[in-house]
């Protein structure tokens, strides 16, 4: 059942807002899932793919191979890893996409910009902030009335 008026349920509309979207929604969408040690490190359970990551494949042909994220191809949806490839009957190697829904990230590239959305995405820490916030109002209404 539909709640929003304003989101089209329509399989049409959706396919052609995701083959058309912009490369800021693209980034979104080409989201992997952490390892379990990543997710028990940063309480954090996917994070958009980036070039220099480091991820193994968990579904399809290519299972249980891993290597470093050479390219995210957001115009294609895919993306190519080391060592993933296929020789073509010329004897040239070529790169085979894999969909980022099929990986799981096992080391992250961190950079400034990475720490601060792993802090924004951290369940935990806003767990620990709100019950913060929420003592500090009690705090304060009560010294304000005294």
């Known amino acids: ?26 980034r979104k969408i080409m989201s992997a899932t952490l390892s379990d040690e990543l997710r028990k490190k940063f309480n954090v359970r996917s994070m958009p793919i980036r070039k220099d990551d480091e991820v193994q494949v968990f579904r399809g042909i290519h299972n249980n191979r891993d290597g470093k994220v050479l390219q995210v191809y957001r115009k294609k949806y895919v993306i190519h890893i080391d060592h993933v490839n296929r020789e073509k009957n010329n004897g040239a190697s070529v790169m085979l996409g894999i969909s980022p829904s099929n990986v799981v990230i096992t080391k992250l590239h961190l950079d400034p910009d990475r720490k601060r959305l792993l802090g924004r995405k951290n369940r935990a820490a806003h767990k620990a902030a709100d019950k913060i916030d929420k003592a500090e109002v009690e705090e304060t209404g009560a010294t304000e009335l005294d």
């Open 1 to 26: 059942m539909k709640y929003n008026k304003g989101v089209s349920s329509s399989r049409r509309k959706n396919r052609k807002k995701h083959f058309s979207a912009p490369s800021s929604r693209r």
